[in-house]
Nanobody
Framework: QVQLVESGGGLVQPGGSLRLSCAAS????????MGWYRQAPGNERELVAV???????NYADSVKGRFTISRDNIKNTVDLQMNSLKHEDTAVYYC???????????????WGQGTQVTVSS
């Protein structure tokens, strides 16, 4: 069984910073990509940032230049450093990993439980 556990959410003022962390544990053979998604009330879940095992990254246009994703392939962790936060960044943030449980299995997605980020003065 695979678990993705997030931490680091909370309340922050506009212009402030937060760092989200996610650790994947369980019987994992390999992880192709790890990333962060978010969902605001009334909206669909959207990609925030993703990083593959080689370190290549992709960001949503709305967070480019403000957010930085990083990953530790040994510890199976992914972090999201969020700077210059705006009201519109308020959402539940979900960790995602595309992973293999064994050498012969397909890559499948796994999700964390979500962590709330609220940007408010």
């Amino acid at each position: 069984q695979v678990q993705l556990v997030e931490s680091g959410g909370g309340l922050v003022q506009p212009g402030g910073s937060l760092r989200l962390s996610c650790a994947a544990s369980g019987s994992i053979f390999s992880i192709a990509a790890m990333g962060w998604y978010r969902q605001a009330p009334g909206n669909e879940r959207e990609l925030v940032a993703v990083i593959n095992s080689g370190g290549s990254t992709n960001y949503a246009d709305s967070v480019k230049g403000r957010f930085t994703i990083s990953r530790d392939n040994i510890k199976n962790t992914v972090d999201l450093q969020m700077n210059s936060l705006k009201h519109e960044d308020t959402a539940v943030y979900y960790c995602n990993a595309v992973l293999q449980l064994s050498r012969w299995s397909l890559y499948t997605p796994a999700w964390g439980q979500g962590t709330q980020v609220t940007v408010s003065s």
